[in-house]
């Protein structure tokens, strides 16, 4: 039977495993995960860049440590179980494939007592490729291995050491120049920014779902980052839906939960608050995905819903799942992605279609108050030909009832026609014909009303939506063109007066459909046109 074991080859698959899709942040994460898994609490990483240019990174924890032959199973490719299985550990590959994926010699130095000396041993990848199988290094615990223990751990724990970093910046600099330098200080900097995202609930003292741990990079500490920002945001998915059942390969059950946060729009936080706490960007919308309390996944709808837009960019959901779930979401080697079963998009996307519609209503009036407020679109030219033209033909009022939104007229139909529409008095003479207003919460572009600049005489009037893409995505460009507002106020206008000229109370319906009608066609039509950017705006006189 020996020759049906077919060992792969050392030299080939070593090397091979570099290459799995970790990147210094996610292969550093992975480190962490272990000293997590550890028990520890105080987690240091050290970032050393050599005036020859050698690159060190050594990771120390004060968790419970290894003798020598408990580092000899954590070294092995496919090392065993785990006796805790909510450890952050997975398959028994990310210390080795993370490592490698970073630099070509790895060592663990670790001791599980003080009364024991220090336990080491180390992968070299040349090593391997020179001896063609699977040998590791034990090589003696040097001074400076010893120092960096004491100073990182403290008297038990674990020291992981990445050295020969050929993998550790994306481009090449002079050897220990100030460039690199200050590379090497950036890469301290994102990955400080990277662990605060994925560990924020171990970080955040405040934040009881998991245990304290700090973690400090290069002596700084790891300020934690809570992507929710729930001091200013609102959590809008109702308690009762907030627990879903997925169902297990086998049949079972379990749980996983979920919240829906929208966040406050950049307009309604200072510059500072919303680099600091909201962070809100296009990439940055989506699902946050968490396995025992550990970030995995952050952002992106996961095919629920289709690619990052502008209008969706306040809303974040929170997805919590336990490592029972693992096989269900089918989770990654790097823990950095899962995959949910097309059932579970449907029903996710049934549940979080209301919340992500508001979402985006939420961020289309924040955007559009301010529009609306520096780009006043002049109706002015609009009113004064209305007023002008007395030969227009429009329904003449004979009677109106403010409080009961209705009015009788004389029109095509017959005399003493009672219609319901809006009767408004008092209003501007400047606007008493063509209005936008931001009261229609009906979805219309338009809607016909009576209009006074006192309380009686009344005349057939247009309110224009500024709710409604037509108005944000046409009006607001054509702002500057004088003649082109007044065009599509003309236009609108005439329907309206039209409408009341040709309607009693068994046509209004029928109007009223064809009004819904035609702006809802028209909010399809513009779907894919982008509102106005600033430069596409006219400034604001008062500006």
């Not at 336990?119 to 391997?128: Q, R, T």
């Not at 033909?393 to 009677?399: C, D, G, N, Y």
Request: charged content about 30%; overall charge negative; aromatic content about 8%.
């Amino acid at each position: 039977m020996d020759d049906l074991i077919n060992e792969p080859d050392a030299p080939r698959l070593i090397f091979g495993l570099r290459d799995t899709g970790y990147n210094v942040k996610t292969a550093a994460a992975d480190i962490i995960d272990n000293s997590i898994a550890a028990k520890a609490d105080h987690i240091n990483v050290e970032i050393v860049l050599h005036e020859d240019g050698r690159k060190l990174v050594y990771f120390g924890d004060n968790g419970i440590g290894m003798d020598e032959e408990t580092i000899h199973r954590a070294m092995r490719y496919g090392a065993p179980v785990r006796e805790n299985p909510e450890s952050l550990g997975k398959f028994g590959l990310g210390l080795k494939t993370a490592s490698s994926s970073v630099c070509l010699k790895f060592t663990i130095v670790s001791r599980a007592a003080t009364e024991q000396p220090l336990a080491k041993l180390a992968w070299d990848l040349d090593h391997v490729k020179e001896r063609g199988r699977w040998e590791m290094l034990r090589e003696p615990v040097s001074a400076d291995e010893e120092e960096m223990f004491e100073e990182l751990c403290g008297e038990t724990g674990t020291l992981v050491i990445w050295e020969k970093c050929d993998r550790i910046l994306s481009k090449e600099y002079e050897a220990g120049g100030t460039k690199e330098q200050a590379a090497i200080k950036r890469l301290a900097d994102t990955l400080s920014k990277h662990l605060s995202l994925v560990y924020h609930r171990f970080t955040d003292k405040s934040d009881k779902r998991e245990r304290d741990i700090e973690i400090f990079i290069n002596s700084s500490p790891v300020v934690p980052w809570n992507p929710f920002y729930p001091k200013r945001s609102e959590q809008v998915l109702p308690e009762k839906k907030q627990t879903l059942l997925v169902e297990m390969p086998d049949g079972s059950e379990e749980r996983a939960t979920i919240r829906a946060w929208i966040l406050p729009h950049r307009r309604d936080m200072t510059k500072d608050e919303e680099r600091e706490y909201a962070r809100i960007s296009n990439r940055a919308q989506g699902f946050y995905v968490f396995r025992e309390g550990r970030l995995i996944q952050d952002g992106g709808w996961m095919d629920v819903f289709g690619a990052p837009e502008p209008h969706t960019s306040l809303l974040r959901i929170e997805f919590d799942f336990g490592h029972e779930l693992d096989d269900a979401f089918r989770i990654d080697v790097k823990k950095s992605r899962i995959l949910f079963h097309p059932d579970l998009e449907d029903g996710l996307r049934t549940l979080l279609q209301p919340i992500y519609r508001e979402a985006g209503n939420r961020y289309r009036r924040q955007s559009r108050a301010q529009a609306n407020a520096k780009n006043k679109v002049d109706h002015g030219s609009s009113n004064k030909n209305i007023a002008a033209t007395t030969n227009a033909a429009k329904a003449l009022v004979t009677s109106v009832d403010p409080e009961g939104q209705s009015a009788e007229i004389s029109n095509n139909m017959g005399p003493k026609i009672r219609i319901k529409s809006p009767i408004q008095n008092n209003v501007s003479p400047d606007y008493v014909h063509v209005e936008a207003v931001e009261s229609i919460n009906s979805g219309e572009l338009w809607q016909p009303a009576f209009r006074s600049t006192g309380n009686d005489g009344h005349v057939p009037s247009v309110l224009l939506n500024k709710h409604h893409d037509f108005y944000q995505k046409i009006y607001q460009r054509a702002a500057a063109n004088g003649y082109a507002v007044e065009g599509m106020d003309l236009l609108l206008w005439a329907f309206a007066a039209a409408e009341q000229n040709n309607t009693n109370d068994e046509l209004e319906p029928i109007f009223e459909d064809i009004r819904t009608e035609i702006s809802n066609n028209l909010r399809k039509l513009l779907r894919n046109l982008p509102d106005p950017e600033p430069g596409e705006l006219a400034e604001d006189d008062d500006d």
